[in-house]
């Protein structure tokens, strides 16, 4: 926990320190050629074509491997939720018999990615990742404010403010997000609260918990 805590922060000091510099380098964030590759501009006017080529192919890199980790992290969170029937198990329970890997939902996420490359850009991808983001953030403080604070039999004080503002917070952020964005994200709520509705009532397929399935 004490190293999930560490990270957040040093990410966070090291991201806000990045920001700041950048802008002593490129005050006027208006004239970028491209803003989606604003960094890349600010490293070529810090060290010439050298450094711009170089960000760039970090860039990539780092891009790469994250992409990697997410897409193989979606891939087992799907395949958790078809061992439980909320998703179709046949598909997204699947594991391939050679590389014990959910094959079925790493080539899903991998295609959906693929498409979504082609029809959004990077500012409304972001958009979208956050606007479940934010939701899960809001309800991790409010786990550790009711389990912290309500259900606590001492009663601290900053175990109630702390997960409070994270809950304020990441609230006004969400809001902030534009309305493409939450339409869709909302859209994409509301279709998965339909098909779970179908699914466990209408078809009366019923939820196996994954700790049980496992045991």
């Not at 590389?99 to 409304?124: C, S």
Request: glycine letters at 12%; proline letters at 3%; a positive charge.
């Amino acid at each position: 926990m004490l190293a999930t805590v560490l990270t957040c922060l040093v990410t966070g000091l090291l991201a806000s320190t990045q920001v700041y510099v950048g802008q002593l380098v490129w005050p006027d964030f208006t004239s970028f050629p491209n803003i989606e590759t604003a960094f890349s501009h600010i490293a070529g006017r810090v060290g010439g074509n050298g450094l711009f080529y170089v960000f760039n192919a970090t860039l990539l890199l780092a891009s790469l491997g994250s992409g990697m980790g997410a897409q193989l992290g979606a891939a087992r969170l799907l395949y958790a939720m078809g061992r439980e029937n909320v998703l179709p198990k046949k598909f997204f329970g699947a594991i391939n018999a050679k590389h014990q890997l959910p094959q079925n939902n790493v080539i899903a996420v991998g295609v959906i990615a693929l498409a979504g490359a082609f029809l959004m850009d990077f500012a409304l991808g972001c958009e979208l990742l956050n606007f479940g983001a934010f939701i899960a953030f809001m309800g991790v403080n409010l786990a550790a404010f009711l389990n912290g604070f309500v259900r606590a039999a001492k009663k601290v004080w900053w175990k109630a403010v702390c997960p409070l503002s994270g809950i304020l917070f990441c609230g006004y952020l969400w809001l902030s997000l534009g309305t493409f964005a939450k339409i869709a994200g909302l859209i994409w709520v509301v279709g998965g609260l339909i098909l779970f509705i179908v699914r466990r009532y209408a078809l009366g397929i019923p939820v196996t918990p994954f700790l049980e399935t496992e045991a």
